[in-house]
Structure formats: structure tokens, C-alpha cells
């Protein structure tokens, strides 16, 4: 890889704080958008709508983007089409059933530690999936520890009380499952066809079939107004701009380098819901649990130390 700017050292740090800012970010603005539109935590139709079109939106705005650097964002290639309809409903549309539904019943300081599991839910499948990517007694530790203060988040207020809820906190597991799935899968596809213009698609895929099935279920969007449509167009160009940012550091940097970053998500998540949503940040469970995932995000993506010469 040639040296450019992308991978001049603080560039990457800077730019991959922005993203994971970003990400983190999303945590109070999903629930300041629910209490802004006026969702009720019950109403999985009108939450679903919701997301459809901020996904909808970013991959709108990506693929505008692409189209402006003249990329060919059509006759992809020969089953591109089926690849990019089955990365949008697996990585958008139903990750986001899940994640939306699941912040709906946790809080945004919750929801952020929970969905960091993602992290080693990727390191384990890709132990399956690549011969290149095995499991080390570090990646082992590292998924060890950050279970643990996933564990240690959901302790309720007696020690073996568990506070964990299928429809809260299961689903955020369960969507962070998902898109460490659907991101091996889009790693393949994105060999073969440039990665703005899958994640556009792919984005846009995924939300127009959020819209239709939150629609056909009855929900919808009200409640527009200056503050509730702003953030909403906020959610749709952080989504595209914080991939369009990553994938440039992808592009030009080891995986490894990059998404070492990852481990910061889940504290900007955490830190803005409890400074915008007044949500219990410093109580000793939460710190604890933010303290071991970020230890156990930071430990299964170090690299390896290289081999000495064969």
C-alpha cells in the first residue's frame, strides 16, 4: 500500500475517533428520535419506518456520492444484483429489526455495551470462515473479558439478579450477531465491486424493505418538525459518512490498525446517552462493564507478532 494521507498515522487516529464518534453517537440520537417523533417504546411498526428511512437516506446520499466520482453504480456484474439484495436484507434491514426494537427497551448506556459484542462475535466466526484468522489464547481472553462485562452490565440489583431482557437487551446481542455475520459475507462480495457503491446499495436495499415492512404493519412516520427531521437527517449522513471514512482507512491500513478503534465505540456511546439522555453513567456496574469490553475489544484485535523469517 502505497503511503498516503489516509495512512499517515495521525490521520488514522483522528479520522477513526471521528467515525467511532459518530457510531456512538447514534445510541441518543435513535432515542432522543423515538421521544422527538413521539414512538411509543411499543410501537415496533412506526420504529421500523424510522429506520428505513434514515437507512434509506444514507444509501441515497452514498450512492449520489459515488455517482459524483463517476463510479458505474448499475450492471455491477453477474449476480451482483442477488448479493447486494441479500447483504441488504441480512446487514440493514434485519439487524436493524433487531437493534431498533432492542434500544426501544434498554437505555442508550446499555444498548452501547451490549452491541459491542459484535466485536467478538466477528473474531469467533471468522475462526470458521478463514483459514488466515484462526483464534489465538489472546483473541480467546479478549472475547473472555468482554463477555464478562457484558455480564457484569446486565447484574441487576441483588448479585445473581440478572437484568436482562429477550426484547431489550437480547435483541441488541442479536443484531450485533447479525452484522458480524453480514459483514464477513460483505467483506466477499466486496472484492469484487468497489465498497461505497455496495454499501449504498446495500443501505438503500436495507431500508426501502424496513419502510415496507414498518408500513405494511401498520406504523408511521408523524411528528415532523424542524429538531425531529433535522436529527433524523443526521442519523442517515452519519451512517454514510462514518462508513465512506472507515472503508478509505480499510483501504489504505491493516484491518487490524483500524478497527483496534472499535474498542471506543461503546464508550462514546455511553458517555453521549448519559450526557444527552441523563442516563446512569457512573454507577459501578457500567463502568466496570465499559472498562472489561473495551479491554476485551483492544485484546482480540491486536495483531499478532510477525513470523521470523522461513
Known amino acids: 500500500m502505497g503511503h498516503t494521507r489516509f495512512s499517515d498515522r495521525k490521520v488514522v487516529v483522528a479520522l477513526a475517533l471521528l467515525c467511532c464518534l459518530l457510531w456512538g453517537s447514534s445510541y441518543p440520537a435513535i432515542k432522543t428520535g423515538y421521544a422527538w417523533f413521539g414512538i411509543a417504546r411499543g410501537d415496533i411498526p412506526t420504529q421500523l419506518v424510522f429506520a428505513g428511512w434514515r437507512f434509506l437516506g444514507a444509501g441515497l446520499i452514498l450512492l449520489a456520492w459515488a455517482l459524483s466520482q463517476r463510479k458505474a453504480i448499475v450492471n455491477l456484474g453477474a449476480g451482483s444484483a442477488r448479493q447486494l439484495v441479500v447483504l441488504g436484507l441480512a446487514q440493514t434491514t434485519l439487524q436493524y429489526v433487531f437493534f431498533y426494537v432492542g434500544l426501544a427497551h434498554t437505555t442508550g448506556v446499555k444498548g452501547s455495551i451490549m452491541n459491542a459484542t459484535g466485536t467478538f462475535f466477528s473474531v469467533l466466526l471468522a475462526h470458521w470462515v478463514y483459514h488466515d484468522d484462526r483464534l489465538s489464547h489472546a483473541k480467546l481472553w479478549g472475547c473472555g473479558v468482554g463477555f464478562a462485562g457484558v455480564m457484569v452490565v446486565n447484574l441487576g440489583r441483588g448479585t445473581l439478579d440478572l437484568d436482562f431482557t429477550l ?3 437480547g435483541f441488541v446481542v442479536i443484531a450485533a450477531f447479525v452484522l458480524a455475520a453480514a459483514s464477513i459475507y460483505g467483506k466477499q462480495v466486496s472484492q469484487r465491486m468497489d465498497s461505497v457503491v455496495m454499501t449504498g446499495w446495500q443501505l438503500a436495499i436495507g431500508g ?3 419502510l415496507a415492512i414498518g408500513g405494511a404493519l401498520g406504523g408511521s412516520l408523524t411528528g415532523f418538525a424542524w429538531g425531529s427531521t433535522t ?3 443526521y442519523l442517515a449522513l452519519l451512517s454514510s459518512a462514518a462508513f465512506s471514512l472507515w472503508s478509505l482507512l480499510l483501504q489504505h491500513n491493516r484491518v487490524s490498525q483500524v478497527t483496534v478503534f ?3 465505540v461503546p464508550v462514546f456511546g455511553a458517555a453521549l ?3 444527552f439522555l ?3 453513567l457512573w454507577e459501578w ?7 472489561l469490553v473495551c479491554a476485551g475489544i483492544w485484546w482480540v484485535t491486536q495483531e499478532p507478532r510477525a513470523p521470523g523469517p522461513r
Open 262 to 264: 472499535n474498542f471506543t
Open 231 to 233: 436529527l433524523l437527517v
Open 278 to 280: 441523563g442516563e446512569a
Open 167 to 169: 426484547l431489550g437487551e
Open 273 to 275: 446517552s448519559a450526557l
Open 208 to 210: 426501502a424493505a424496513l
Open 285 to 291: 456496574k457500567n463502568l466496570l462493564a465499559l472498562v
